[in-house]
């Protein structure tokens, strides 16, 4: 198993609908409707890049859901790459909290290391609004 990392994500805006529109690019609702952070909306996998698909053999990934080639979706070489970590948060480990429509908490664990990629492109779209993140192992 692996080593979890400890994040704390704050955002900050004055205008409630930049905090909006944050909000419908991390959050998702698991089978039970209970919101929760995905690194996979902000970053969904593109399956279109011919970079992350492999041979089976060669990359050791069970040869499920094969392409046309004979290729397989690398997906732990696409999350790493794109978000910093192998696995997306967990619904059960994720708490958000919000304040005045202008403040967004979130609390939740990533696997081997903090998403710093997820992160910069959260920054990188979202240019105008304060973004913080706090990892602890």
Request: aromatic letters at 14%; charged letters at 30%; one cysteine or more.
């Amino acid at each position: 198993m692996p080593d979890w990392v400890n994040n704390a994500l704050r955002i900050t805006s004055s205008k409630p609908e930049r905090i909006q529109a944050i909000r419908e690019k991390l959050f998702t609702t698991d089978d039970k409707g209970n919101l929760y952070l995905s690194l996979a909306v902000l970053i969904p996998e593109d399956r279109s890049n011919p970079y992350y698909w492999v041979d089976p053999e060669t990359a050791h990934i069970l040869p499920e859901n094969l392409n046309e080639e004979g290729k397989v979706f690398d997906w732990y070489t696409f999350r790493c790459d794109k978000w910093g970590c192998k696995w997306d948060i967990d619904p059960e480990q994720c708490n958000i909290e919000e304040d005045n429509d202008t403040n967004i908490y979130v609390g939740f664990e990533s696997p081997w290391s903090c998403p710093v990629e997820w992160y910069r492109k959260l920054v990188k779209d979202f240019p105008d609004v304060s973004v913080e993140l706090v990892a602890m192992d």
